[in-house]
């Protein structure tokens, strides 16, 4: 940089002194002497302005490399002529470029590294404005799940469900939220959770979406499982000499003799004790069968021969279950007598359901959902389920029926569970039912 304020000093000085001795020479009435000293003077100036213009176009060029991240041209002055351009000063700017150029590589090498990240979770991950609910960034979970590869600001996700933007609204940083959603045959129960950052003054909110249905009914059903085996080893304990010991009274006041009215009084409570005894022995048998599914066995079974196994079971019945047509090659990988115990109990259900109907229709059909997984659906036109109760239709010992265990949908949802599918149900009063088994 020396070297360039020389020569422009120099270049200034050397005008100066041409002007006075031109003007010395034209007071003088030298006029060529003044003449040359004029062409002097213009070859000087030229020569300044020429050096300025290059300063000039070379600080614009450097402006707009880092302007636009432009390092193709980084300034570089002529190495055949040294001399056009004031190497300190390119050089300077060279290494400027590139210690500018080496640090937005790192920031957009660590960039790309958290957003290839971002999108192999399986969370899904959105940021939005706070202030103009502009959707910034969505992972590419979050559109798998919502269905939307854009959205603009968060009202777009209602597509997804109507409730989601005036959830995400009123969703405090640091709080959670459990929203349910129902679309077609999926259902899941997704806990909302954000976070609040500010960004070059821009505040800014992050929130994570995640399905926790798998996650409860697991739970839910280890809890049931627990406690099933607790209260089965408690009460067969108690039971098993209760129901012994009023046999055997039974049995040996049958020999005494005693007055007609003592014995009537003695076999009534005798029955009495007998009947509730069997009857708790029963509901604990009715225990061990929820705690008591063997492990699966997986096999590679053809949908149509679940289908055709279990149809000739309901002979008497055979006119209302019909088999819709299933592509020839579906086939789950499951044990295959776990899973034609869930079509028998799903199929129960549907013709008690639809024996009110003067038209009973009962349906059982495959196919492949969006997710690419294979489901086998039993569909009827009964009474259908309440909303309030669909859920609890699968807690063991909850049923709707006035005869009935309530142990059927609870052992089919956990044999699903042992296959790594699902059991849900979709239904609506006074159209139906429709049962689904999702498998991996």
């Not at 304020?5 to 270049?11: D, E, F, V």
């Amino acid at each position: 940089m020396k070297q360039y304020s020389k020569k422009a000093i120099a270049s200034i000085l050397l005008i100066l002194v041409t002007s006075l001795a031109g003007a010395f020479l034209v007071a003088g009435k030298f006029y060529i002497s003044a003449l040359i000293a004029g062409i002097a003077l213009l070859i000087e100036s030229w020569y300044l302005l020429r050096q300025m213009e290059r300063s000039d176009r070379l600080f614009r060029q450097f402006v707009w490399s880092v302007r636009y991240s432009d390092f193709l041209s980084s300034g570089k002055a002529p190495r055949e002529n040294p001399d056009t351009l004031p190497r300190e000063l390119t050089e300077a700017m060279e290494e400027a470029l590139l210690h500018y150029k080496t640090h937005l590589q790192q920031k957009e090498s660590q960039l790309q590294y958290f957003q290839a990240l971002a999108n192999h979770i399986d969370l899904s991950v959105f940021v939005y404005s706070s202030e103009t609910a502009q959707i910034e960034w969505m992972n590419q979970a979050a559109k798998i799940q919502t269905g939307l590869n854009f959205a603009e600001t968060i009202d777009d996700l209602a597509a997804y469900h109507p409730e989601l933007p005036a959830r995400l609204r009123i969703l405090h940083p640091g709080e959670l939220s459990i929203l349910q959603v129902r679309r077609q045959e999926d259902y899941s129960q997704l806990i909302l959770s954000s976070m609040s950052f500010v960004v070059l003054n821009k505040p800014l909110t992050v929130v994570s979406m995640k399905n926790i249905r798998s996650v409860l009914e697991n739970k839910e059903t280890e809890a049931w499982q627990k406690l099933i085996r607790v209260l089965t080893h408690e009460i067969m304990n108690s039971m098993t000499p209760i129901v012994s010991l009023s046999e055997l009274l039974k049995n040996k006041q049958a020999s005494e003799e005693i007055n007609e009215e003592d014995r009537e009084e003695m076999n009534q409570a005798i029955d009495t004790i007998f009947r509730r005894s069997s009857g708790l022995v029963r509901f604990v048998e009715n225990y061990r069968k929820v705690t008591g599914i063997p492990t699966p066995i997986p096999e590679i079974i053809p949908v149509d021969s679940l289908f055709g196994n279990v149809v000739p079971l309901f002979k008497e019945e055979t006119d209302a279950i019909r088999i819709l047509p299933a592509s020839s090659h579906l086939q789950v990988i499951a044990d295959k007598t776990l899973i034609e115990q869930i079509l028998i109990n799903l199929i129960k259900n549907a013709l008690d359901a639809t024996k009110e109907c003067t038209d009973p229709q009962i349906e059982l059909s495959a196919g492949i959902n969006a997710e690419g997984k294979t489901f086998i659906q039993v569909k009827d036109n009964g009474t259908g389920i309440p909303a309030d109760v669909q859920e609890r239709i699968f807690i063991p010992f909850f049923t709707t029926k006035p005869v009935g265990s309530g142990i059927g949908l609870s052992i089919s949802r956990q044999i699903m569970y042992m296959h790594k599918g699902s059991l849900t149900v979709i239904s609506e009063v006074g159209k139906g039912s429709r049962f689904l088994l999702t498998f991996v």
